[in-house]
């Protein structure tokens, strides 16, 4: 097989980790790829969904996975299948559950699947009469694609009035904040679900746990993911229940109702409260870096299972009873601005699954390119085994400025 994964970051090198170890796969490329994606396959620099097309037609590839969400959002999916080229991903409309928080608040409320209660706004006016009348604190969301940047929990008035101005008078976040979802703020432990989809079934992965905030002890601003840990160690079968009977099977209900059923992955990000879990969003794609601890523990073939949910087939996925921690390294002031093109050192030095994401190859040597850096995964029989190989090896890593959360796994000695 020939299969193109689109993306760059380090879930799509551990897709490309993935792949490698499959017989079947002959040949992986990467649209455009980072400096571990080149060590599993090519890097091609094609960018644009014609291009990817033409490319995949010329290139013969079987199969393509598109890791990152704006080229779904794009219609990807739509323009591959045209082409008679066979992809795994839900096509725009469907796309739009991850593209449109307006979208996605109205089909959760439409089919009654369990999510904090909002309301959006496209008036100004209208945006600022209703905090006003809120108690805080409340939570403002671009309703666009905002790279994980669109969601402010603000605790006051003048917070939230500010966030207003800069979303849709500023325009911040360009279109994407022109409408907001304004909704109430819940307490408890969030959990990443990823399940992949027949068209007609959801089929869930072991539910991980994604420390979102920049911060030890969960501080400061929201990032893209500084680590994770599965099997998430807080979300158990009770949680599991509550999850499939208030938000999976009726989104797949809902999927079907309004005709968005497709074949890809769908990602249930959750708030689990004293009252069970409410959904916060849905994404349409796998998670970063939810990715590099679910795809090694995985113990079916990714291409097999893919091929089965595009044929239709219902799939028996298959995890090993094992823990798996990631770190991940990035840059001086991330989430923030940040300064890139310099030189990481240390990688060749760790024995354990070490994936780079914002990296690239120049010479003998690696330099930074984005904000998340390097990911490393550890494995063990308990949480502790995993946390220390994540540790012990993300140590002998360095660029300038580089950091990392030291507390990635570390629940256990808390309880
Ligand atoms: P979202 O993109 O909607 O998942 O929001 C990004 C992050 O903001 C989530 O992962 C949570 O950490 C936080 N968040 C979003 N909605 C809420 C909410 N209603 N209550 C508390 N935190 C939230
Ligand atoms: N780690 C969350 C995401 O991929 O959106």
């Known amino acids: 097989m020939r299969v193109l994964v689109v993306g760059t970051g380090g879930r799509e090198a551990a897709i490309g980790w993935k792949l490698k170890q499959d017989p079947k796969v002959k040949k992986i490329f990467f649209a455009r790829g980072n400096a571990s994606t080149e060590e599993y396959g090519e890097n091609i620099y094609e960018d644009s969904i014609p291009e990817l097309v033409e490319f995949a037609t010329r290139e013969k590839v079987d199969l393509t996975i598109v890791g990152t969400e704006a080229p779904l959002v794009d219609g990807i999916v739509d323009e591959f299948k045209a082409a008679g080229l066979k992809i795994f991903g839900p096509n725009a409309k469907a796309a739009s559950l991850e593209g449109s928080k307006a979208f996605s608040k109205r089909f959760m409320q439409d089919h009654g699947i369990k999510t904090a209660k909002a309301q959006v706004f496209e008036v100004y006016q209208d945006a600022l009469d209703y905090v006003k009348d809120h108690k805080f604190p409340l939570v403002i969301k671009a309703s666009g694609l905002a790279g994980g ?133 849905y994404n349409m794609r796998l998670g970063d870096p939810e990715t590099q601890v679910i795809l090694p523990l995985m113990e079916n073939s990714l291409v097999d299972v893919i091929n089965d949910c595009m044929e239709g087939k219902p799939v028996e996925l298959k995890f090993a009873d094992k823990k798996a921690v990631c770190v991940v390294m990035v840059s001086g002031g991330y989430p923030r601005n940040i300064e890139t093109g310099l030189e990481i050192k240390g990688t060749d030095k760790v024995d354990t699954l070490c994936l780079l994401a914002g990296a690239r190859k120049g010479g003998n040597s690696y330099y930074t390119t984005g904000g998340r850096v390097v990911n490393v995964v550890g494995f063990g029989e308990t949480y502790d085994d995993a946390r220390k190989q994540a540790y012990d090896n993300i140590k002998k890593v360095s660029f300038d400025y580089g950091f990392y959360r030291h507390d990635i796994g570390l629940f256990e000695q808390k309880k």
Not at 177 to 187: H, N
Not at 258 to 268: P, R, V, W
Request: glycine fraction near 12%; include cysteine; proline fraction near 4%.
């Open 149 to 281: 940047k669109g969601v402010v929990i603000c605790e006051t008035l003048e917070e939230a009035d500010a966030v207003i101005h800069d979303f849709m008078i500023r325009r911040i976040h360009g279109d994407a904040g022109i409408k907001l979802v304004i909704e109430e703020f819940l307490q408890g432990f969030e959990a990443s679900i990823i399940c992949f989809s027949n068209g007609e079934e959801l089929f869930p992965c072991i539910p991980v746990k994604d420390y979102k905030k920049v911060g030890e002890g969960d501080e400061g601003m929201n990032t893209g993911g500084m680590g994770t840990v599965a099997p998430s160690p807080e979300f158990n079968g009770m949680h599991y229940a509550d999850f499939e009977r208030n938000i999976m099977l009726p989104t797949l209900k809902g999927l079907k109702q309004e005709n968005l059923s497709f074949k890809g992955f769908i990602f249930f990000g959750l708030m689990v409260t004293a009252e069970g879990s409410y959904l916060l969003e």
